[in-house]
């Protein structure tokens, strides 16, 4: 009953900003730390940012930290993330993941982000 629905533009120019948000059900969210995953047809599956349950403590990967934020509101079961100063570099299917017990995880409803002129 997981279930992970990703909602934001797809396009913009690069130096521009977009925000993701990814709306959770199924589990107890407020106890769970969160992910964000992107894949692109060069890179395969990549990690780009985790967030701990009440949103203290956050990871970045190298290639987005200090553009990237992730962020949550236990409140509305959402997990989000800002992207800023976005390069062509960025452009993939953006994933969220939810560390709920191994048995019920599963990849979230991916979305297009395709930074271009």
């Known amino acids: 009953q997981v279930k992970l629905v990703v909602a934001g533009r797809g396009w913009v120019q690069p130096g521009g900003s977009l925000r993701l948000s990814c709306a959770a059900t199924?589990?107890?969210?407020?106890?769970?730390?969160m992910n964000w995953f992107r894949q692109s047809p060069g890179k395969g599956r990549e990690f780009i940012a985790s967030i701990s349950s009440t949103g203290g403590i956050t990871n970045y990967a190298d290639s987005v930290k200090g553009r990237f934020t992730i962020s949550r509101d236990n409140a509305k079961n959402t997990v989000y993330l800002q992207m800023n100063s976005l390069k062509v570099e960025d452009t993939a299917v953006y994933y969220c993941?939810?560390?709920?017990?191994?048995?019920?995880?599963?990849w979230g409803q991916g979305t297009q982000v395709t930074v271009s002129s």
């Open positions: 199924g589990f107890i969210f407020s106890s769970t730390a």
């Open positions: 993941y939810a560390m709920v017990p191994v048995n019920l995880r599963r």
